[in-house]
């Protein structure tokens, strides 16, 4: 029986993840935050939830040891935890640029490195970054999360290199718009007082990214999880799966497009 660890597993895409994997008969660890957030989850054959912050090095290395320890190997890592931070770069104090890349780029790092002894003792293994679209192309006022998935995306194709010889391999998994808590109540924003030369652009901006036609062909949660799922299953030596009907829309427009056109695009998309 194949066992895969989840990071961020308390809602979203990692709650939907590790629901579809204990269905197919898989042992679960999912790991987050606050293990009280489980719920139902906690209740489900073979799932286990363990506390894990991914900024914090001791909840990792206790999370990887008790899953090797209960289920006796690791064929999975999921990637998963993240959040945004949007707005002007230039109002981003120090400490949300810390907590952006220490989540959504450090996290996964450090998880991996977790990992990776395990999966170099079996000679097999197979790590899921969970990116985004967002991290093969850009739209205003999110540089800083642009900065990580775009980073993510780096380490994960040059990782893929150095481990394929020890039989480790790594995955991308890149959704579009997923309806999730993602826009809401994990969302950062950078504002400063007095600063108001973005306001117009930033306006603009916002009124299209809050636009709810934009969301109308957004991804359920369990659409991704599929991906996640055939990602781990389909033994392909692929290294980027695009995750929901917008991804790839936006990919495929984005591949006809000179890095010109679709900065053109995006300047009247969204109204800047
Ligand atoms: N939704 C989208 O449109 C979209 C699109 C492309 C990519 N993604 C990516 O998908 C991933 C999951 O996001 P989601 O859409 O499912 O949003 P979500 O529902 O907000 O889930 C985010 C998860 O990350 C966890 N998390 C945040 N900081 C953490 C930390 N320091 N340690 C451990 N867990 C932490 C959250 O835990 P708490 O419950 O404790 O806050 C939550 O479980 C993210 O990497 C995101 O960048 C999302």
């Known amino acids: 029986m194949k066992t895969i660890l989840i990071t961020g597993a308390s809602t979203g895409i990692g709650r939907a993840t590790a629901a579809r994997f204990q269905s197919a008969g898989w042992n679960v660890v999912a790991t987050m935050r606050k293990p009280e957030d489980a719920g139902d989850l906690a209740r489900l054959d073979r799932v286990r939830v363990l506390p894990l912050d991914v900024t914090d090095c001791d909840s990792i ?163 991704i999880a599929e991906t996640i799922f055939e990602a781990a299953t389909d033994g392909k030596p692929q290294l980027r799966y695009l995750a929901g009907k917008d991804a790839v829309r936006m990919m495929e427009n984005r591949a006809q497009m000179s890095d010109e056109a679709y900065r053109d695009w995006v300047v009247k998309e969204f109204r800047l």
């Not at 230039?90 to 907590?99: S, V």
């Not at 450090?110 to 969970?130: D, E, S, V, W």
Request: with cysteine; aromatic share 8%; glycine share 12%.
């Open 61 to 223: 290395a206790a999370a990887v040891q008790a899953t090797v320890t209960e289920f006796g190997s690791l064929d999975v890592l999921l990637n998963n935890a993240g959040y945004g931070l949007a707005g002007p770069l230039e109002a981003a104090t120090p400490a949300q640029i810390e907590r952006q890349f220490a989540t959504n780029v450090y996290g996964p790092i450090y998880t991996m490195q977790a990992c990776l002894p395990h999966f170099r003792t079996q000679k097999a293994g197979l790590i899921i970054n969970l990116t985004s679209i967002g991290g093969r192309l850009a739209l205003p006022f999110n540089s800083l999360y642009h900065g990580t998935k775009f980073g993510l995306e780096g380490i994960s194709e040059s990782l893929a290199l150095e481990l394929a010889p020890l039989g480790v391999q790594v995955k991308l998994v890149e959704p579009g718009g997923v309806r999730t808590d993602f826009a809401g109540r994990s969302l950062d924003f950078a504002k400063k007082d007095g600063l108001t030369a973005y306001d117009a652009s930033l306006q603009g901006a916002m009124s299209v990214f809050m636009d709810p036609e934009r969301g109308s062909d957004y991804s359920e949660p369990a659409t």
